[in-house]
Each structure stands twice: as structure tokens, then as C-alpha cells.
């Protein structure tokens, strides 16, 4: 396929995708937030904004949480501190871990008995019967959520994938420190009005690729690396020097690699696929893609 400039400028990938499912997990979220006494809000650390599902704070109320920025392997530390501190200034505490290998997981705990110290000493002493901390963990797709109730638990307790929606139903898991966790399915909002929000769900495979014009989202997400991380994107594809336009670096990165087709012609397809792949398996470099917003009055909270 020719790509011309034309044509990426008018293009839209009009990402608007809300399930069926979708919409039940919500209601399964505010039909079983009486039955907890914490909410894990879990967030991808390279996206933290674009991650948070924004009717989360309406359905959680004044009820306590705890943000996790899971991913925080893939992020340089100064990018998290300044995640932390936003969320400081909010009054939540908000910590960076690995699902994966567990980093962070015991100041998950410790910092739910902290949240809830003051509830359940007031639980005990109306005299009822002794029970271990309920919390419920909510996120988008494809953030970690089986991966940090299997930390959790200590346990392969969960099915886990590289895919949304491979988490299903509701169950209830014991995991360390006398404690019960609620797990619910990732839930996105209805209509995706913000379309750079989209993206970077989409660039980090929040939303399934099989839905999306792969070739254009290969094409923005090196627009957005061009744009924040450049030294990155060409000591990873030993360019020079990124080019005047997206286009023509993708094109460099397309010549560099050898993604040439038998009629001479770039592959676009598998130039932006490796592209996608390399920067979601954190090949192109520890790059979170946005900083900490005040959208109330449109700065950069420092």
C-alpha cells in the first residue's frame, strides 16, 4: 500500500469501542462496592491518565483507595515521581509496581492495613465477628490485573494474557495478610471523546488491534515517540536522525530494517508492527507518554 501525506492527515481511526460486557462490569462494580472496605485502582504507568477510567472516581465515592502504576519497570523513575507527587496533592497514595515479578506488592498490603486501620478497629469494637480486609482491584484491560492478584494470592489463581478481556466473571481471592479480594473485569467508558486517550490505550493494546488500522496506529504512535523521545526512537533503529515528518521516519525505520516487499515497495504493515511490539515489549526504551495534567486549568502540575 502508498501512503501519502494526504491521506494520514485525513485519516481517523475513530476508536469507539464499548462492549456489551463493558457495561455489565460497571453495573458488577457499583452492585459490589458495599461488600469491600478498599478499591485497588490499577493504572499503566507509562499512560496513568489515559489508563484511569474516569467514572471510576463517581463509583468509588469517598470510599478508601490505593493507585497502583503497574508497568513502572518500563518507566524512568523521574517520570513516576512525578505521577506520585500529582497524586500526592490529591490525597491518594499512589505506588509504582511490576505485577510480574511482585516489586512493590508488600507496600500494596501494608498500605491497605494503613487505609483501613481506623474502619476496622471500629468493626471490632461493636463486637462482630473478626473477618480479613475486602478490597476490590478495577482497571482497564490489559493493565495487569490477573498478574498482581497472582502476586497477591501467591498463587497461579487468575488466566492471564497479553489481550483485553481474557479476565471474565467475578471471584473472590484469598491473598497474603488476612485479606479478600473482589476481582472484576477491566472496564472502559462508553465513548472515547478524547481521541489522543484512545491512542495510547491503543498503543499499549488496552483495546484489541484486530479492531484498528494497524498501519496508521504504527504511523501516530511514531509521530508521539518522534515527539517525546526521539533519542530513543533512533538508537533503536540506528537512524541519524528522525526525520521532518512521521511518514518519512517510518519509512527510514522501514529501509533500515529490511521491510521491503517483492515489488519493492515498503511493508507498512509489518514496519508498524514492529514498531507497536517493540515499544510495548519496552525494546525502544523505559517512555512514559504523558505527564501529570491539571485539565481544570490546562498546566503541567510540577
Given amino acids: 500500500m502508498s501512503?501519502?501525506?494526504?491521506?494520514?492527515?485525513?485519516?481517523?481511526?475513530?476508536?469507539?469501542?464499548?462492549p456489551g460486557h463493558m457495561k455489565k462490569t460497571r453495573e458488577?462494580?457499583?452492585?459490589?462496592?458495599?461488600?469491600?472496605?478498599?478499591?485497588?485502582?490499577?493504572?499503566?504507568?507509562?499512560?496513568?491518565?489515559?489508563?484511569?477510567?474516569?467514572?471510576?472516581?463517581?463509583?468509588?465515592?469517598?470510599?478508601?483507595?490505593?493507585?497502583?502504576?503497574?508497568?513502572?519497570d518500563m518507566c524512568?523513575?523521574?517520570?513516576?515521581?512525578?505521577?506520585?507527587?500529582?497524586?500526592?496533592?490529591?490525597?491518594?497514595?499512589?505506588?509504582?509496581?511490576?505485577?510480574m515479578n511482585g516489586q512493590g506488592i508488600n507496600k500494596v498490603i501494608s498500605e491497605?492495613?494503613?487505609?483501613t486501620k481506623e474502619?476496622?478497629?471500629?468493626?471490632?469494637?461493636?463486637?462482630?465477628?473478626?473477618?480479613?480486609?475486602?478490597?476490590?482491584?478495577?482497571?482497564?484491560?490489559?493493565?495487569g490485573k490477573s498478574s498482581l492478584i497472582n502476586k497477591l494470592?501467591?498463587?497461579?489463581?487468575?488466566?492471564?494474557?497479553?489481550?483485553?478481556?481474557?479476565?471474565?466473571?467475578?471471584?473472590?481471592?484469598?491473598?497474603?495478610?488476612?485479606?479478600?479480594l473482589l476481582d472484576t473485569p477491566g472496564i472502559l467508558w462508553p465513548k472515547f471523546e478524547d481521541q489522543?486517550?484512545?491512542?495510547?490505550?491503543?498503543f499499549t493494546r488496552a483495546i484489541k488491534d484486530e479492531i484498528l488500522d494497524v498501519e496508521t496506529l504504527g504511523l501516530r504512535l511514531i509521530e508521539k515517540l518522534q515527539n517525546i523521545a526521539p533519542e530513543k526512537l533512533c538508537e533503536r533503529y540506528k537512524l541519524d536522525s528522525v526525520a521532518e515528518t512521521p511518514l518519512e521516519t517510518m519509512e527510514?525505520?522501514?529501509?533500515?530494517?529490511?521491510?521491503?516487499?517483492?515489488?519493492?515497495?515498503?511493508?507498512?504493515?509489518?514496519?508498524?508492527?514492529?514498531?507497536l511490539n517493540e515499544f510495548r515489549d519496552g525494546k525502544i526504551g523505559k517512555i512514559v507518554l504523558e505527564k501529570p495534567f491539571d485539565f481544570s486549568e490546562g498546566k503541567v502540575i510540577e
Fill in 153 to 180: 494470592s501467591g498463587r497461579r489463581s487468575t488466566q492471564t494474557g497479553d489481550r483485553p478481556g481474557v479476565t471474565k466473571g467475578k471471584q473472590w481471592v484469598k491473598i497474603r495478610g488476612n485479606m479478600e
Fill in 119 to 143: 474502619m476496622m478497629e471500629k468493626f471490632n469494637e461493636k463486637g462482630r465477628k473478626a473477618r480479613g480486609i475486602r478490597l476490590m482491584i478495577v482497571g482497564v484491560p490489559n493493565v
Fill in 252 to 275: 527510514a525505520i522501514g529501509r533500515k530494517r529490511g521491510f521491503i516487499m517483492g515489488n519493492k515497495e515498503l511493508d507498512y504493515t509489518r514496519i508498524a508492527t514492529t514498531v
Fill in 28 to 72: 458488577l462494580v457499583q452492585n459490589n462496592l458495599k461488600l469491600v472496605d478498599i478499591v485497588i485502582e490499577l493504572l499503566d504507568a507509562r499512560i496513568p491518565f489515559s489508563s484511569k477510567n474516569p467514572e471510576i472516581d463517581k463509583i468509588v465515592g469517598d470510599k478508601p483507595r490505593v493507585v497502583l502504576l503497574n508497568k513502572s
Fill in 3 to 18: 501512503y501519502n501525506e494526504e491521506y494520514l492527515k485525513d485519516d481517523n481511526l475513530n476508536i469507539n469501542w464499548y
Fill in 76 to 99: 524512568e523513575r523521574k517520570d513516576l515521581d512525578e505521577w506520585i507527587r500529582y497524586y500526592e496533592k490529591q490525597g491518594i497514595k499512589a505506588i509504582p509496581i511490576n505485577a
Fill in 196 to 202: 489522543e486517550v484512545a491512542l495510547n490505550l491503543a
Fill in 112 to 115: 491497605c492495613g494503613v487505609q
